[in-house]
């Protein structure tokens, strides 16, 4: 399937993304000098921006697309939150299931950017252990609600206490009782059990924590093959795709690689929510029917669009079919 093809089957299909919601702040600037206090460059402070992260900019990539969009997740009662459910309504992205919370603080990331190189990041975030969808009152109704009303689904776990085991749990009951495609970006770290998804999406790093192989040394070929086998012998996902960075992407099916592509990036200015795109389009393209090569084709055009950009960004319906034609494919 084309990716023109694809592009045209997105604004009748709805996703719905669960996870982690940040809010990204951007302050831009410039250095002419080196403060006198310390041996650190002082940032002339130009402009500041705002847009979502985490789940939440899963959730604006699926949009940018034209898709129809719902997200769950949990935001404190704060200016930070409101900002957040503005940015994500002003995209026409349903935020029924955005939970505020009394005493919890949404998280943000400050990054500070000096014309195009990123000079420090300041995070703020509090702890989400008590504070995942499922202890908020009332939301195990909606949550099938939303999940009967979608497509497919998107788990997106930035190990900050959103997705626990009975969340996940409930999902994959839910997904597989409504019969939809269920997609999980894993933290290894959080030791969830998350077998039999519709789709995994690790980076390499991840991908060797959770076939329980080390880090090769410097030199060594990264074992492919065996972290395929291996997360298909633990997980058993119907489909794996491992982002490999500037190696590209590998597509496997039941622990075997089917398709290795190279990456479709010209030049890379920032991997800022570069997953988060990946996981967005491979999962909005099976929806839609594509074949797993197609749909990681698909993704890996969108993610070397956005990779090109400064900050966590999107890619737009127009920039794919420009990058489709720039690789010399449909």
Not at 110 to 116: A, E, G, I, M
Not at 267 to 273: K, Y
Request: charged fraction near 20%.
């Amino acid at each position: 399937m084309t990716s023109a093809e694809l592009l045209g089957k997105f604004p009748s299909l709805k996703i719905l993304v669960v996870g982690d919601l940040m809010l990204d702040h951007y302050i831009w600037g410039d250095v002419h000098r080196i403060s006198p206090e310390a041996p650190v460059p002082v940032v002339q402070a130009m402009r500041e921006t705002h847009t979502a992260g985490g789940a939440a900019n899963v959730a604006l990539n699926l949009a940018s697309l034209g898709l129809g969009v719902s997200v769950c997740g949990s935001l404190g009662e704060d200016e930070a939150g409101e900002k957040l459910c503005r940015l994500l309504e002003e995209k026409g992205i349903d935020a029924q299931g955005c939970f505020k919370i009394d005493g919890l603080s949404t998280m943000v990331k400050t990054r500070v950017v000096v014309r195009t190189q990123q000079l420090c990041r300041i995070d703020r975030e509090a702890a989400r252990s008590a504070y995942g969808i499922d202890a908020v009152a009332g939301s195990g109704e909606l949550l099938e609600k939303l999940i009967a009303g979608c497509d497919a689904m998107i788990l997106s776990d930035y190990a900050k206490g959103v997705i626990t085991q009975e969340l996940m749990d409930r999902c994959f009951a839910l997904a597989a009782q409504h019969g939809k495609l269920l997609a999980v970006d894993p933290k290894p770290a959080r030791m969830l059990k998350f077998q039999r998804a519709g789709l995994m999406t690790p980076n390499r790093h991840e991908a060797l924590e959770l076939a329980g192989i080390p880090e090769p040394s410097l030199g060594e070929e990264y074992p492919l093959e065996a972290v395929c086998r291996n997360i298909h012998a633990k997980y058993s996902p119907e489909l794996l795709v491992v982002t490999l960075g500037a190696d590209g992407m590998v597509v496997s099916k039941e622990g075997k690689v089917i398709e290795v592509l190279q990456t479709s990036a010209r030049e890379v200015f920032d991997v800022s929510g570069a997953g988060d795109t990946v996981i967005a389009t491979l999962t909005c393209a099976l929806a839609a029917g594509a074949s797993p090569v197609d749909a990681a084709k698909f993704a890996n055009l969108a993610a070397g669009v956005v990779v090109s950009k400064v900050g966590t960004a999107t890619v737009s319906p127009d920039e794919i079919k420009q990058a489709a034609m720039k690789a010399d494919i449909s």
